[in-house]
């Protein structure tokens, strides 16, 4: 591991002030130092940001909550309201990782993990998003594309994004509020919004990003910048789920996950449907095909699965991850049955 | 700024061994910080270089060998100890993003009166056969026993159900044992878990928190806690 220094500072304007090219943020550690460590990323400068970030979660007179980016994932989990309004969110925080891993991941590093690509986490392999420009092993012919992308990925990377958390999120409207270094003018911002404060507020999943031609960025962050809070709405009328489908029953990463609202008003018309993916895409991936389909009919099972084909239909698995696809929609589907009254 | 105040002047930061491949040049003050943090009780001060895990302060820096490495990627939980009364991975913490902390190990679990009711536990189910792991499991069980609220696996969001088998499988998932004693280490925990502990209450014997790493009647006794 290159040498580094360390600074733990108060504030998330001390933070954010300290930032240079070539430091990063830690929170938990559990993604960044096992990186650090694999040699995947080789920070000289590491801000701890444990102490520069809310780790409380607070009720908003709206009825929505303000998640500070500190706030562990079992924290979150385990906080009442989250139980009670949001439970697609508490299931996939509770899917994810173990007890341990949950016990010191944070809500921001949770959102700004890294992928599991194998490819990526191995240094001695190409990959252009850790290595831009050097190829993508994933994309060869034989490679082990089991855990890869099957939408949005472009020929220079298929890495998925691996957050539990960060599809419920998406599928809940979550903002996400981060700090800016100072002198940043905001210019050419995507999904921004930009205060006097220094802050800005993207919309899940505009925090994430397709890979394109520039893998390398996962999010759409500039540098520097720090998540320092998640905004969620008030709670959504109707009813959720998490369901995450992995290689074996816990602490394990999702091959597919789905988090998914479903809300019938009293016409016996779906006036609500939220759907997202996790584990087909570099994002967490808003199903807002599948969810137009879906809108404003009597609901069904046919008529979830014809949302779940129409949102599958442009998929483009690799060599030997077709059964994403599959999956995926029977998930959809079957995720949405489970939610009719 | 915190975390830089005790750093080591420059000649005694160069007489820290450089990792190979990186010039001695930059083994500066820079790169090394002074971690204080109380371990099983008592307080710590080492000088540590930046990049050392928790689970090298304990193991290579205090000789606490109890915790052990597995795959040091955070993912069998052999190095599983209590950070503040939570447990975490060692080998993912920075000992640096440690100062301030009250971390627990195995070696701390025991006290005057002998073994932790969990290690009696473990012992009466016969729930080790190598041991490597059971370190790690201890000190996740122990901190599992304190969690609150559902897990993956409870049908009720709202519950705060009780610890069946199922549910300690779950719990336990961040622990792997090569031996396959799982069988016996879900017994010795859900024994522990039902036992009601010595004052009646389960979590009486292992409840310890941020400021009491033992019970006040162990504590009473003259645990090693006592000195901190």
């Known amino acids: ?341 | 700024m915190p975390g830089c105040g005790g750093r080591l002047n420059q000649a005694a930061g160069r007489s820290n061994r450089p990792c190979p491949g990186y010039p001695v040049a930059v083994m500066d003050n820079a790169h090394v910080t002074l971690v204080s943090l109380t371990v099983n009780g008592e307080p710590r001060t080492v000088m540590a270089d930046n990049r050392l895990s928790l689970l090298d302060l304990l193991r290579e820096r205090l000789g606490l060998t109890g915790t052990k490495k597995g795959c040091d990627h955070g993912q069998c939980g052999a190095c599983t100890v209590l950070a503040d009364g939570r447990r975490v991975n060692a080998c993912l913490a920075l000992a640096v993003a440690c100062d301030g902390a009250s971390i627990q190990t195995v070696e701390g679990l025991a006290g005057p009166g002998g073994l932790h009711p969990l290690q009696q536990a473990f012992l009466r189910h016969d729930a080790f056969q190598c041991g490597y792991c059971t370190p790690g499991q201890l000190c996740s069980a122990i901190g599992m026993l304190t969690e609150t609220g559902p897990s993956a696996v409870t049908a009720d969001l709202a519950a705060d159900p009780p610890l069946t088998p199922g549910e300690i499988r779950e719990r336990m998932s961040g622990n792997l044992c090569r031996c396959g004693a799982y069988v016996n280490i879900v017994a010795a925990i859900s024994s522990e878990a039902s036992s009601g502990g010595e004052a009646g209450d389960p979590l009486a014997a292992i409840s310890f928190g941020d400021t009491a790493p033992y019970p006040p009647a162990r504590r009473a006794a003259g645990s090693r806690a006592g000195a901190s």
């Open chain 1, 1 to 341: 591991m290159r040498p580094f220094s360390y600074a733990r500072p108060g504030s998330t304007a001390d933070a954010v002030s300290q930032f240079r090219d070539g430091a990063a943020y830690l929170a938990g550690g559990t993604n960044l130092v096992d990186l650090m460590r694999l040699g995947v990323t080789a920070p000289d400068h590491v801000i701890d940001v444990t102490r520069a970030v809310s780790s409380q979660v607070d009720e908003r007179e709206s009825g929505g909550l303000t998640i500070g980016a500190g706030v562990r994932n079992s924290d979150l989990a385990s906080h009442p309201l989250v139980r009670e309004r949001y439970p697609m969110l508490a299931r996939a925080l509770l899917s994810g990782a173990s007890g341990q891993v949950r016990n010191a991941a944070t809500v921001g590093g949770n959102l700004l993990q890294r992928t599991r690509c194998p490819y990526f986490q191995d240094v001695t392999m190409p990959c252009n998003k850790r290595s831009p420009g050097s190829g993508c092993q994933a994309t060869a012919p034989g490679a082990d594309t089991a855990h890869l992308a099957v939408l949005g990925h472009s020929t220079c990377c298929a890495a998925t994004h691996p957050s539990d958390m960060a599809v419920a999120l998406t599928a809940l409207n979550a903002r996400v509020r981060v700090a800016s270094p100072a002198g940043d003018d905001h210019a050419g911002a995507h999904v921004s919004t930009a205060n006097p404060d220094g802050t800005r507020v993207i919309e899940m999943p505009g925090l994430h990003r397709l890979p394109g031609g520039i893998p390398e960025r996962d999010t759409t962050l500039r540098p520097g910048e720090l998540v320092t809070e998640v905004e969620l709405p008030p709670p959504p009328g109707g009813r959720q789920a998490y369901r995450k489908v992995r290689e074996r029953a816990s602490f394990a990463f999702a091959l597919v996950s789905v988090a998914a609202l479903l809300d019938v008003g009293p016409g016996g018309r779906v006036r609500d449907c939220r759907i997202a993916l996790g584990g087909v895409a570099h994002m967490p991936w808003r199903a807002h095909t599948a969810e137009r389909v879906v809108l404003g009919a009597p609901p069904s099972a046919a008529a979830f699965a014809a949302a779940a084909e129409a949102e599958l239909r442009y998929a483009r698995p690799l060599p030997g991850n077709e059964y994403k696809v599959t999956l995926a929609r029977n998930l959809i589907t079957d995720v949405l049955g489970e939610l009719l009254p």
